[in-house]
């Protein structure tokens, strides 16, 4: 990002960038920062395109053609499919850019072992957008705070980047319902975030397990009726109370093997912030007891896919530990 920065700062633009990774605010932050500055608002000589199947040819054709009356012509390319399929000819054309265009794609997936891939990153620049942890989320939220002369002490703000997640657009959000909310005064609570702030389903799931495994049948349920009148489908909470038991069983696997909270986010794909609040809930249940679950969910999935049982009941008799 240092990079990007510096060459929107310095007005020195590289002839092609590639912006990709999981945190979609940061991609599309710096990709509207990229526009504003590579075309200084000038949309003649912008050109975008989003989606598979994109012309190739036309591509080149237009980073072939001079700009109009301006220094530089961008072409903006998103969710294309070009660096996870084969793009032969776009690859090839590449390192003839004319200095006078900029051809800037942004992607959701990317296999660096694509052709595109190496051949950006020997030209031009790729920059991932990764998840954020804790430390850095906390800092950023706090910026956005303090510019609107807000203060949050260090609990505060855990609470709130516990119900939040790592989701930066969703932070987004929720910090401005907090501004809006605390208007008149300069020092957000903790009761101002149990007031405002809406905790994410999966806050809920993971509550929720903890619940059925420590067999506290009633408060399993009660999250189950809040999620219902959330209009959360059944056999969503299903799956998602799944996927839960099955990264609980995970985690536990590399925990018995020593993986340490980074490795075991990198491994699992998941957020350092996630991977931190599930190892302690992975140490208070025998790898026994997860296993066990993991079954069940299974079982109750098949139940409702055969006809046994309807999908409401199915969730039930999980919770309530019934099959």
Known sequence: MQTLNKDMQDRSFKPVYLIYGEETFLKNSYKNRMKAAIT????VNLNQFEGKGID?????SLADTM???AERRLILIEDSGFFKSSAEELAAYLPQIPDTSCLLFVESEVDKRNKMYKKVKEL???CEMQRQDMKQLGKWAGTILSREGKKITGNTMELLLSKTGDDMENI???LEKLISYTLGRDVITSEDVEAIC?????NKIFEMVSAI???QTKRAMDLYEDLLTLKEPPMRILFLVARQFNQLLQVKELMGKGVDKSGIASKLKIPPFAA?????QARSFSKEDILSYVTLCVDAEEAVKTGKLGDRIAVELLLTHKY
């Open 198 to 202: 809406t905790e994410r389903i999966t």
């Open 213 to 215: 495994v420590s067999r």
């Open 124 to 126: 031009g620049y790729a």
């Open 172 to 174: 987004r959000m929720e």
């Open 56 to 60: 190739v040819r036309e591509l080149i």
């Open 40 to 43: 200084e608002g000038d949309t």
């Open 276 to 280: 931190g609040k599930i190892m302690p």
């Open 67 to 69: 700009p109009f009356f």
